[in-house]
């Protein structure tokens, strides 16, 4: 994916947040829900699902920047 399109801003750690071990991503998997086709879902909504969820994915793996 080009990433001119797609610019990925990576979420900060402050201190406070690495006091308290907190994790400053979103918790990705309470979002996904699995590679199979849900009851009543169209072609086209299940392939538009699989590309955002597969974003999301990428995008948590990239991970934080820790605050100095």
């Given at each position: 994916?080009?990433?001119?399109?797609?610019?990925?801003?990576?979420?900060?750690?402050?201190?406070?947040?690495?006091?308290?071990d907190?994790?400053?991503?979103?918790?990705?998997?309470?979002?996904?829900?699995?590679?199979?086709?849900?009851?009543?879902e169209?072609?086209?909504?299940?392939?538009?699902?699989?590309?955002?969820?597969?974003?999301?994915?990428?995008?948590?793996?990239?991970?934080?920047?820790?605050?100095?």
């Amino acid at each position: 994916m080009n990433d001119s399109m797609n610019p990925f801003v990576y979420p900060v750690q402050t201190k406070e947040m690495r006091k308290n071990d907190e994790d400053p991503r979103l918790k990705v998997s309470d979002m996904l829900q699995g590679g199979k086709r849900l009851d009543g879902e169209s072609f086209e909504d299940y392939k538009m699902r699989m590309k955002v969820e597969k974003q999301l994915v990428r995008d948590y793996l990239k991970g934080y920047i820790i605050e100095q």
